[in-house]
């Protein structure tokens, strides 16, 4: 396997730019997840490493190999598509063991090793299929086991779950990670879904029009997002934000009139945005509260209970509160409820470019 560095990469078409300036160092063995909503230029990031699309600027190393200039074919690299792509009329086996046989290998090593393949794969059992004869998660897997056929240096999936039904997807994701796990292979996945970046990254890349946004662990990400933007976008349901102000002694002000000293990286007099992630916030005495509302609707999942609060504050699209409490709470449609955030630490504070008040020193790799 290889690790993966991109020094000042960009992409343009005509005068559009897609992907501008990423500088990014994927380790040997990691397993990394790019995620970012439709357009944010994931999928052309990939292509790009892969070879499949040409740089406009900067350079693409695998190991210490300048690749750019070298076109797919020569650059070691295994792709998994959206699509299977398996060929219809060969087997499991045959699709699995189809590179090896373009690569002139003997049918012996090419059996043996299509069968190491299928055994990691769990798919020995089907080998005599053919892919009408197969269910989607087993297509899957062996487009998966056609792409490790070669040993790759790096192994690519762009949106490889997005045709699985739901608890498909669950159990691929599962299957993916066990797989990266037993192989040590090194892998950039692409997703637009944020919980399979969560559950399956060792570190995630998030991507918005065309900028690294920040790079980090999925906890890192998920407590100390550098900016609004990742902070919105990691985590489901999503943070809630409100508009908030500093007083003369740096105290966050919050909508229900509440002052909250937050320490000295908080100037005084500031327009400020406060975020809280929905199972943050708690109950409490009106006296304590950071917000109050009237409920909206309720949710009773038996482990959690999901309250939807509107507040009628400010900005309108910050009226309608998500949070999300412990165990069965018994509240109806209606009811008044005051609301603070339960921990110190768990109060995320941006200025008025939506930056990190308190921003990691090392959020971006």
Not at 117 to 139: A, E, W
Not at 216 to 233: M, S, W
Request: hydrophobic share 45%; proline share 4%.
């Amino acid at each position: 396997m290889s690790s993966v560095s991109l020094f000042n990469v960009t992409k343009s078409f005509g005068t559009a730019d897609i992907i501008k300036g990423v500088d990014l160092s994927i380790r040997d063995g990691e397993l990394v997840v790019f995620v970012g909503p439709s357009g944010c230029g994931k999928s052309t990031l990939l292509r790009m490493i892969s070879g499949l699309e040409e740089i406009t600027a900067g350079e693409i190393h695998l190991g210490d190999k300048r690749v750019d200039h070298l076109p797919a074919s020569d650059r070691d690299i295994a792709m998994v598509f959206q699509s299977y792509a398996l060929y219809p009329h060969m087997t499991v086996a045959e699709n699995i063991g189809f590179p090896l046989k373009m690569a002139g290998w003997s049918k012996s090593d090419m059996d043996a090793k299509t069968r190491e393949i299928g055994d990691v794969l769990q798919l020995l059992h089907l080998f005599d299929r053919t892919p009408k004869q197969l269910s989607g998660g087993q297509r899957q897997r062996v487009a998966i086991g056609r792409a490790l056929a070669r040993d790759p240096k790096i192994i690519l999936l762009d949106e490889p779950l997005s045709n699985l039904d739901a608890a498909l997807r669950v159990d691929m994701r599962m299957e993916l990670a066990r797989l990266h796990r037993e192989l040590g292979a090194t892998m950039i996945y692409v997703t637009h879904d944020q919980v399979e970046a969560m559950t399956m990254a060792d570190r995630i890349v998030v991507l918005r029009d065309g900028i690294v946004e920040q790079v980090g662990t999925p906890l890192d990400l998920y407590l100390q997002p550098a900016n609004r933007f990742v902070a919105g976008f990691i985590g489901s349901p999503k943070m809630n934000f409100w508009d908030a102000r500093s007083d003369e002694n740096g105290r966050v002000v919050m909508p229900s009139g509440l002052a909250v000293a937050m320490g000295d990286h908080v100037a005084a007099n500031r327009s400020l945005t406060v975020g809280a992630r929905p199972e943050h916030l708690v109950l409490c005495d009106e006296d304590n509260a950071a917000l109050k509302g009237t409920v909206l609707a309720v949710e009773h999942l038996g482990s959690d209970t999901f309250v939807q609060l509107h507040c009628g504050i400010g900005d309108p699209s910050q009226m309608d509160v998500n949070v999300r409490l412990a165990g069965i709470v018994r509240v109806s449609i209606g009811d008044q409820l005051a609301l603070t955030i339960a921990d110190q630490d768990n109060w995320h504070l941006f200025d008025g470019d939506g930056i990190r008040l308190d921003p990691p020193a090392d959020r971006v790799a």
